[in-house]
């Protein structure tokens, strides 16, 4: 059974410019999230689809926004692209039920420069 | 609002020793609680996690949690620590009003000393 893929896997953008991240979440998870990690923030929630709608949402500015599709794939957008938005950006999938397992991705990283 | 705290940001043990790797929660609604590792370039794996009943919790590799609901902590331990358990370990909490976010704690990164 395949796991969470997220492409891509590195890239480098120009300061202004905006990138669209994907991810494939397991076969018959219907959740996915999205979460930031960098040095100094550690690991943030940036926000949590089900079913093509966005469930919650963390504290981030509205240049971060995200979609799911019918087939629960996601993608996340980030537009005019700051510095400090060079992370590592995880996607997260699950069955959707509290408690449930929550597995990850091997996240796309994002260089801004 | 959730939050969780990781004591000591790095941790050294010596291999065979035993690991210990301290988390505290808080959470105005009874809370689930997750144990990820984080290698080297890599994504997040989990190693075991609280939802009811048990409250000593096994997880993959050896490593088990404890639930202490009066202390509103949830420790890792490991018996004998071996080369392959270094990494970053990082504690969460999610509650159960359905959502699937976690609140994470900074993160512990555990070196295994020969």
């Known amino acids: 059974k395949a796991g969470v893929t997220q492409t891509p896997r590195y890239l480098i953008k120009t300061r202004g410019q905006q990138v669209t991240l994907s991810c494939s979440p397991i076969?018959?998870?219907?959740?996915v999230s999205w979460y930031q990690q960098t040095p100094g923030q550690g690991l943030q929630f940036l926000f949590e689809?089900?079913?093509?709608?966005?469930?919650n949402k963390g504290n981030f500015p509205g240049r971060f926004s995200g979609r799911q599709f019918s087939n629960s794939r996601s993608e996340m957008n980030v537009s005019t692209l700051e510095l400090g938005d060079s992370a590592l950006y995880l996607c997260?999938?699950?069955?959707?039920?509290?408690?449930?397992?929550?597995?990850f991705g091997e996240g796309s990283w994002l260089t801004v420069v | 609002a959730q939050s969780v705290t990781q004591l000591g940001s790095h941790v050294s043990v010596s291999e065979g020793a035993l690991v210990l790797l301290r988390c505290n929660y808080s959470s105005s609604v009874p809370p689930y609680l997750f144990w990820y590792v984080q290698y080297p370039n890599q994504g997040l794996q989990l190693l075991l996690k609280?939802?009811?009943?048990?409250?000593l919790v096994k997880g993959i590799n050896g490593f088990e949690a404890e639930f202490k609901k009066s202390e509103t902590s949830f420790h890792l331990t490991k018996p004998s620590a071996h080369m392959s358990d270094a990494a970053e370990y990082f504690c969460?909490?999610?509650?159960?009003?359905?959502?699937?976010?976690?609140?994470f704690g900074k993160g512990t990164k555990l070196t295994v000393n020969p």
């Open positions: 997260a999938s699950s069955m959707s039920a509290s408690g449930n397992t929550i597995y």
């Open positions: 969460a909490v999610s509650d159960q009003g359905g959502s699937e976010k976690l609140v």
């Open positions: 609280y939802t009811t009943g048990a409250t």
């Open positions: 689809y089900f079913s093509e709608t966005q469930r």
């Open positions: 076969s018959g998870h219907r959740s």
